[in-house]
């Protein structure tokens, strides 16, 4: 069993920065590729950013490719997603999500969120314009 809580949102101006953060609960967090996903008003949710479990493999949406960087340390049970260059687009709650143990991302899975077993509540991120 994995919980998940997020941290970090709030309201900024488009260019300003935030990072949020995912404290994971469980003794299997190292063993499980991480990824974010964000839900804007009227959408569904939409894949973000993933991790996996070592760190070393990353991937993201197109849209947020050279603006978010995703990373991890499990020392801290801690995920992270560091947010530049914020856009009225990016609004959206965002969550962080879990994989199965050994259920690794790979370029054919990583955004599906049917593959992720466990979610946080989610964190608001409001960029005005």
């Known amino acids: 069993q994995v919980q998940l809580v997020e941290s970090g949102g709030g309201l900024v101006q488009a260019g300003e920065s935030l990072r949020l953060s995912c404290a994971a609960s469980g003794r299997t967090f190292s063993s499980r590729d991480m990824a974010w996903f964000r839900q804007a008003p009227g959408k569904e949710r939409e894949f973000v950013a993933a991790?996996?479990?070592?760190?070393?493999?990353?991937y993201y949406t197109e849209s947020v490719k050279g603006r978010f960087t995703g990373s991890r340390d499990n020392d801290k049970k801690m995920v992270y997603l560091q947010m530049i260059s914020l856009k009225p687009e990016d609004t959206a709650v965002y969550y962080c999500a879990a994989r199965g143990i050994n259920d690794y991302v790979t370029p054919a899975n990583y955004d599906n969120n049917r593959d992720y077993e466990f979610w946080g509540q989610g964190t608001q991120v409001t960029v005005s314009s």
């Open positions: 991790i996996s479990w070592s760190g070393r493999r990353t």
